[in-house]
């Protein structure tokens, strides 16, 4: 048996994998940093309904090679404190970035873009990975759409004072907000999901000057970060998270020309990593 789970800031998915049998549970919110607490409570009710479902104790689980990838897990100390906690003797905690990227490519050498609320970029080759970004938006989370949110309204609020071109968006924009007074208010108060509700103001409305020009803007930092991991024209490059499809068509020719559908969830590649920590049995062994 292995167990695998996939939490972020919405959701929390579990599975349990025997003989061939995937049982999966999904819950709310689980991130380590933002709600430690909570997001214990959240892992511990989902691996007793794993338990429930296969007819086992949350004991019987105890020993199982478990592979979580949490959002939030910024470090080792946090990993040890998640792991001290749950009641299982084998677990490998990490943040969720690994387990996306084995999802999404499988066994594959390549790359992904993480492009979402946040965004992150990563490479792997065999056993060797390699990431960047993801650094919230405070300090980075470059084309995301949190980003383009706060992007937009730099922008709208340029293009009042006369320092940018207006367009078509800015204008709708500024008056809906009720001008520089209603965007500085809003800023003042938003949280990166508050930002990247604006996202789809900018991916909808191509041909727009501005839209545009941020959008050129968030495919220049995606090509140049995996230009930096070692991306190659012959690797296949996944574009993951609800705004990255948006950039397909902003990415340079070959990069485009090199996009490929994941594979399989961040779930899928949480039980693939735990798979890997299973023994392997010895040779000549029946």
């Given at each position: ?5 996939d939490?972020?800031g ?9 003989d ?21 409570r ?8 794993i ?5 086992l104790?949350?004991?019987a689980l ?10 939030g897990?910024t470090?080792p ?41 946040g ?8 056993d ?15 084309a ?18 006369g ?14 907000m ?25 991916t ?28 190659g024209?012959?690797e296949?490059?996944?574009l ?16 485009a ?8 969830s ?7 990593l ?12 029946a």
């Amino acid at each position: 048996m292995i167990l695998a789970a996939d939490a972020g800031g919405s959701t929390c998915r579990l599975a349990l994998e025997r003989d061939g049998e995937r049982i999966e549970t999904r819950l709310g919110a689980a991130n380590v940093t933002s709600d430690f607490d909570g997001a214990l409570r959240t892992l511990i009710s989902g691996l007793s309904e794993i338990a429930k479902q296969a007819g086992l104790s949350l004991d019987a689980l105890r020993p199982c090679p478990a592979y979580l990838a949490l959002a939030g897990v910024t470090g080792p100390e946090i990993a040890a404190r998640v792991a001290a906690a749950l009641p299982l003797d084998q677990a490998v905690i990490e943040e969720d970035r690994r387990a996306a990227v084995a999802g999404a490519l499988g066994e594959q050498t390549g790359c992904v873009a993480g492009i979402g609320t946040g965004s992150f970029l990563a490479r792997q080759e065999s056993d060797a990975f390699a990431t960047l970004g993801g650094y919230g938006l405070v300090l980075g989370d470059e084309a995301s759409g949190a980003w383009l949110g706060r992007e937009l309204l730099v922008q709208v609020l340029r293009a009042r004072d006369g320092l940018e071109v207006r367009s078509p968006l800015t204008d709708a924009v500024l008056e809906e907000m009720g001008g520089a007074p209603g965007i500085v208010t809003f800023a003042a108060r938003a949280t990166p999901r508050d930002f990247g509700t604006l996202a789809p103001r900018v991916t909808g409305a191509r041909g727009d000057a501005v839209a545009d020009f941020l959008m050129r803007r968030g495919a220049g930092y995606i090509a140049t970060g995996l230009n930096a991991l070692g991306w190659g024209p012959e690797e296949p490059l996944c574009l993951i998270g609800g705004v990255a499809a948006s950039y397909a068509d902003w990415l340079p020719r070959e990069m485009a020309q090199a996009l490929h559908p994941a594979r399989g969830s961040a779930l899928d590649g949480a039980l693939a990593l735990a798979r890997r920590m299973v023994p392997a049995a010895p040779q000549g062994s029946a």
